[in-house]
């Protein structure tokens, strides 16, 4: 029997013009905010502008910025959510989402992200999303923000089976990284920054990797010359990878070693293990695993571990956290393929593997046994 006649049909394509280049700037110093004020007062993004932080940052530095930009003649609103990981949901954006609609926001508006990396994951989200796009700044307010978290472009929530599963690249027009706010962070906060900027030098940067060696106790007691210094250095290694590749097709995912076993434990523990900890064990762990699988050498590894221990930073997986969970949450990652969750892995202090290909499948038991060299003796909790 013949098959049947398909209907007639026709085919074009529809050819578009890329997308323009696209410049972030990046202020890093001390009292920033009236330079910010200035600087929209100068070259406005919008008629309104909405600061959307945790009510904890909010606190902090609400009113600073606020008046500041009242000095300008600016006109901004504040929309607060409860501070922390557990906000950073569907739901929160949404709430943010009807604040702004009660508000009156429009195309003509624009967003200033005030707070750490939820607050920016969050308000970059509604930013990327709100009348399908509208500018947006980020403030950062954290160490692990301002070298992480506001730059490149990554928005996203979390769903209760995983981390930053929805979400969209939606690039700031320009990142305050105003060093005086860090005096207000807890130590541990702090040091969860620190954590991002090691990933730095392992992956891109291995100089950077030798000065924070070398500077170790200026970067803990919160020496601003030396803050100002370790901020710049992180975001350059990051802007630099981003630059190459800002939609995550091929080498961003280096940005990514830690991470693969850091998001794992931090969905395990409930979020309540930090993200800057869950990383700091998750390179760790990855570190062995590079070891294990040829690319790394033992000493580069020990290198790795000695420093996140100099930071006061864990570097064992803690003893309530069973290794099956910990895996079967990696299989959820973003970057797992059919069901195998893969791994950026260093071949050496700061280079990764050579080309786009930068993450390698690594088998379950492999990661068993890593997470099993790594595992914690402590009795004390880490969260």
């Known amino acids: 029997m013949a098959p049947a006649p398909r209907p007639p049909s026709k085919r074009f394509d529809l050819k578009l013009r890329a997308a323009p280049a696209w ?91 005030l707070g750490g990396g939820v607050s920016g994951d969050l308000a970059g989200f509604v930013a990327a999303t709100w009348q399908r796009g509208i500018p947006l700044v980020h403030l950062p307010t954290t160490l692990l923000a301002m070298v992480d978290a506001s730059i490149g472009g990554k928005t996203a929530v979390n769903l209760p089976q995983g981390k930053n599963l929805v979400g969209a690249i939606h690039q700031p027009h320009a990142v305050y990284a105003d060093i005086s706010t860090l005096k207000t962070l807890p130590d541990a906060t ?121 930071f006061g930073l864990p570097s064992n997986v803690p003893a309530g956290l069973t290794s099956a969970r910990i895996i079967r949450a990696t299989h959820r990652d973003k970057k797992a393929r059919s069901g195998s969750a893969r791994y950026a892995l260093p071949v050496a202090l700061g280079r990764m593997l050579p080309g786009s290909q930068v993450t390698v499948v690594i088998p379950d038991s492999a990661v068993r046994g890593a997470l099993k060299a790594c595992r914690s003796r402590r009795t004390r909790p880490l969260f």
Not at 58 to 63: K, N, T
Not at 243 to 269: C, K, M, P, Q, W
């Open 190 to 310: 702090y040091r969860d920054g620190i954590a991002e900027i090691v990933k730095g030098g392992v992956i891109a940067d291995a100089g950077l990797f030798r000065w924070l060696e070398a500077n170790a106790k200026g970067l803990l007691a919160r020496r601003r010359a030396v803050v100002v210094e370790a901020v710049e250095r992180g975001v350059r290694v990051k802007a630099r990878v981003v630059r190459r590749d800002e939609r995550e097709t091929g080498r961003r995912a280096i940005l990514n070693f830690g991470h693969t076993i850091g998001h794992a434990l931090e969905s395990v523990s409930g979020y309540r293990l930090s993200h800057g900890r869950a990383v700091a064990i998750g390179m760790a762990v990855e570190a062995r695993l590079a070891v294990d699988h040829g690319s790394l050498s033992e000493s580069d590894a020990r290198r790795v571990v000695d420093l996140l221990e100099t």
């Open 23 to 113: 410049t972030t700037r990046v202020h890093v110093g001390v009292g920033l905010f009236p330079a910010l004020a200035a600087d929209l007062a100068a070259r406005p993004l919008a008629d309104r502008y909405f600061v959307v932080g945790d009510r904890r940052v909010s606190s902090l530095h609400g009113e600073r910025l606020s008046r500041a930009l009242k000095r300008s003649g600016i006109r901004a609103d504040r929309v607060t959510f409860s501070h922390g990981e557990a906000s950073k949901t569907r739901a929160t954006k949404r709430r943010i989402e009807d604040r702004l609609l009660a508000l009156g926001a429009g195309r003509d508006s624009a967003i200033l992200a």
